[in-house]
């Protein structure tokens, strides 16, 4: 390594270590409907062991902040126990952490009334640990970044605030996302949060620079700026709403845009905020090379699941073979004479004999009943699905049946749906 090189990692390493991670985790996530019934959106499965949350988690320790909080508020108890399970392991002598901030009425006695406000109840905390930057991140989307070389860029901008940012199609981002406007030297000038018409990128009709939902903020001039939102009787108290567009003007405040390192291309980034984006960011990790690679060494991430046995295919017979084809299939899942292709089985999952599974997420603790068909379909946790039943073949039947069809087609089948009262808080 040159001194120039030596320099720029000793640069970046001592900004993440002295940098606390804020990961909002407090959505309900409503447009994926009953699978947040039970659980925020962050504790929702994702990519066959994950949760949602383990994304954020894991870029912070991959890229060396070590000091992390999760607020959460809606429907926490699942999120909690999973951090509690798998990601308590930290050794606080050395300054290293993952702590839960629940919505405690702290202030006001109000619960968290928006992300700034969430950041602004808990001040009391976040002095206790003297950062010199705060990363907030949102703790409901699926990607790998290094958050080194954002820091280290915030730094060299001498921003007061930093937003990441990607490139959207304007009909994708109209009333999703907080969409920016920059000058050549990426400074914003203009920010609207969700706006029906989003304005597009100069040279590039139909795409507009879309927030991430990730800041870096100068840990000073965040005091100041919640304090004085929360002084504000008007305020909706969101970062994107309103503490943003009332900053660009009067301070430094600069869009990061997200790339690959090694391609320079847009990074990978899914906000699987509905259920058909959730369902098709599942199934593009079945691809032969998919466009989020989790089995590569060097940017593991990292979850918490039981102690289960290897996945079991079993039974070779003409009319009772256990395949799986193009899938993803996880601990203790048992394919017992039945057929798998292209879908994603979570831990300790079955699928009985004559059963076949297509193009389907089926979270943790599923029975795919014998015969059973299931296709282009979203199995919640701990769903029985009968001998014979056919899902997601003809989506007249599902909806009559109560379970939910989406617009592109895909069914989801939950416990309740099916009668099944578990009452888990899964």
């Known amino acids: 390594m040159n001194d120039h090189a030596a320099g720029e990692s000793r640069f970046v390493s001592r900004l993440t270590r002295d940098t606390l991670a804020l990961v909002l985790a407090g959505g309900q996530g409503s447009r994926l409907y009953e699978l947040t019934r039970w659980r925020a959106k962050p504790a929702v499965y994702f990519g066959g062991k994950l949760r949602i949350i383990d994304f954020p988690l894991s870029n912070c320790i991959n890229s060396g902040v070590r000091r992390m909080g999760v607020l959460t508020q809606y429907k926490a108890h699942s999120l909690i126990r999973h951090l509690v399970r798998g990601w308590s392991g930290f050794q606080a002598s050395r300054r290293e952490f993952v702590e839960i901030l629940p919505a405690s009425q702290r202030v006001g006695g109000e619960w968290y009334m928006g992300t700034a406000d969430a950041v602004y109840q808990n001040l009391d905390i976040i002095r206790t640990h003297s950062p010199g930057l705060v990363l907030i991140l949102a703790g409901d989307h699926v990607y790998k970044m290094d958050y080194g070389p954002l820091l280290a860029w915030h730094s060299e901008q001498s921003a007061d605030l930093t937003v990441c940012c990607i490139e959207v199609p304007i009909e994708e981002a109209a009333g999703q996302y907080g969409v920016m406007t920059v000058d050549g030297n990426n ?9 029906e018409s989003p304005a597009p990128l100069p040279g590039r009709p139909g795409w507009c620079l879309a927030s ?26 969101d970062f994107g709403r309103d503490i943003i567009p009332s900053v660009i003007d009067r301070y430094r405040v600069y869009a990061y845009p997200f790339r690959d390192p090694a391609t320079g291309e847009q990074g990978y980034w899914r906000d699987v905020g509905t259920l058909d984006a959730y369902w098709q960011a599942n199934m593009e990790l079945n691809h032969v090379v ?18 289960l046995p290897p996945a079991k295919l079993v039974f070779d017979e003409p009319n009772r073979r256990g395949m799986a084809t193009e899938s993803m299939l996880s601990a203790g899942t048992v394919i017992s004479g039945g057929t798998v292709r292209r879908s994603q089985l979570f831990y300790n999952s079955r699928v009985e004999a004559g059963a076949e599974v297509e193009l389907s997420v089926v979270l943790p603790d599923c029975r795919i009943g014998a015969g059973a068909k299931v296709r282009n379909a979203i199995v919640d946790r701990g769903t029985q699905i009968p001998d014979g039943m056919v899902i997601g073949h003809n989506l007249d039947d599902d909806r009559s049946r109560g379970l939910r069809v989406t617009e592109g087609g895909r069914t989801l089948v939950t416990p309740d749906m099916l ?5 888990y808080t899964r």
Request: net charge negative.
């Open 187 to 195: 400074r914003i000038i203009d920010f609207n949060e969700k706006p």
């Open 212 to 237: 991430m939902g990730n800041y870096v903020f100068n840990t000073s001039f965040l005091y100041e700026q919640v304090i004085r939102d929360a002084d504000t009787p008007d305020s909706t108290h």
């Open 290 to 307: 998919p466009p989020l690679d989790l089995y590569e060494n060097d940017w593991p991430i990292y979850t918490s699941q039981p102690q």
């Open 419 to 423: 009668g099944q009262q578990l009452h």
